[in-house]
């Protein structure tokens, strides 16, 4: 992988985890317990990674 694959792919994931933790904390303070938020930010970061990698090999 070249410096910039791997430089865009750290992107991608800091983007997720900021999705993921925006989600949790949305839904912790809309008064779900909190195990259900963290589920639900982990869904949220599966699923923009999942739309980035698709993305990416659809364009290659």
């Not at 997720?16 to 809309?30: M, S, Y």
């Amino acid at each position: 992988m070249s410096t910039l694959q791997v430089l865009m792919l750290l992107l991608a994931l800091s983007v997720a985890l900021h999705i993921g933790c925006a989600a949790a904390f949305t839904a912790w303070r809309a008064g779900t317990h909190p195990a259900t938020a963290l589920l639900i930010g982990g869904g949220a970061t599966g699923t923009a990674c999942a739309l980035y990698l698709a993305a990416v090999s659809a364009y290659h």
